[in-house]
Each structure stands twice: as C-alpha cells, then as structure tokens.
C-alpha cells in the first residue's frame, strides 16, 4: 500500500505563484506514473499534468504555465505553478500508477484558491 500527502496549497493572487509537493510513502517495487489532477467545485476531477520516464503530459489549460517535475526519492512529485489564473482554483490531487492505464494511488488533496 502506498501512501500520498500532497502540500503547498494555498491562497495566492492571481499571476502568482505556488509549488505543490506531494510525497509518498509504503511499500511499492516501482512507480510507472505520477500525477496531479484537480477538482473544481461542482465539477468533475479534471487530469492536470502527468510524468513518466518518457516524458510528460500537460492540460491544454494549464501548458506553459505549469511543470510537473520528480523528485531524489521514489514516491515524490511537485506541481510548479505560474501564472495562475481564477480558474486554476481547486482541490488539487496528487497520484501514483504502477502501470499504464490507471492511477492506482491517491492523496487526499490540497485547496488552490486564486483570488484578489
């Protein structure tokens, strides 16, 4: 079992900046993906950004803005965001896949709010 703790949400104006982390922890051979995806209220969790060791995948809404990176440890990602936007107000999640297909683990989210 893998545990998630993501971190670095907040209160940020907009055109602002916030890095979020997101550690893990448990037993796991390997981990095949991470993930951030957020969640807006009243709508659907939407993918955010995606890392592997081919490389990542960004939202249309959020490219260019927004860099996913890894860490030195196994179970470790960060979501650099810049730019933010009202829209980019959300629960934010972090994820783990030890195959392609599925997010298999997840935190239990850090509040995003964009206001000024």
């Known amino acids: 079992q893998v545990q998630l703790v993501e971190s670095g949400g907040g209160l940020v104006q907009p055109g602002g900046s916030l890095r979020l982390s997101c550690a893990g922890s448990?037993?796991?051979?390997?981990?095949?993906?991470m993930g951030w995806y957020r969640q807006a209220p009243g709508k659907q969790r939407d993918l955010v950004a995606t890392?592997?060791?081919?490389?990542?995948y960004y939202a249309d809404s959020v490219e260019g803005r927004f860099t996913i990176s890894r860490g030195n440890a196994e179970i470790t990602v960060y979501l650099q965001m810049n730019s933010l936007k009202p829209e980019d107000a959300a629960v934010y999640y972090c994820?783990?896949?030890?195959?392609?297909?599925?997010?298999?683990?997840w935190g239990q989210g850090t509040q995003v709010t964009v206001s000024s």
């Open positions: 994820a783990a896949a030890k195959t392609a297909g599925r997010f298999d683990y």
């Open positions: 448990g037993s796991i051979l390997s981990i095949y993906a």
């Open positions: 890392i592997t060791s081919g490389g990542t």
